[in-house]
């Protein structure tokens, strides 16, 4: 069993307004040197597979297919072995 | 400058309805041995400090008061240092 882990990144040049509010409620808060923030998504899945490489090709799969937006995001794919003992 | 990375995650015993429409809909599509999908957030800040323990300080300060519901998620923070050159 792995998992992998998948961060979804809006593209540099895609405007980030859930990154601009929060960088703004920062601001409200007081914090100083907060220069730039962007929201992503993290996304955690379990795969049964037999290699480290076909649960990557599963979670690439998804990723293109379903969780990442290819016109305005890009995605980075994250694999850990699982213990089964 | 320093590039902080916020991965916020939902507690294990949180339900994540958003993880499980991933996971049914993977399923529709004809995805294999996918076994569980959880979604959460990637939070990326640039942070103006002295040093990347200053940095993490920013980092997490903001996770506890904004980034992250501590009654429902937990976050991690990964410090890199981006070069000024």
New interface residues.
Partial sequence: ?FKAEI???LRPSILDPQ?KA?HH??DE?G???????????????????ATAEE?ER?AR??GD???ANPVMEDFEVVIHELTSA
Same sequence: chains 1, 2.
């Fill in positions: 069993m961060t979804v990144t990154g929060a409620a920062l808060l914090f100083e040197g907060v220069r730039q923030v962007r929201i992503g998504k993290f996304v955690e899945m379990e795969i049964e597979a649960a599963v799969e998804a297919k379903l969780l």
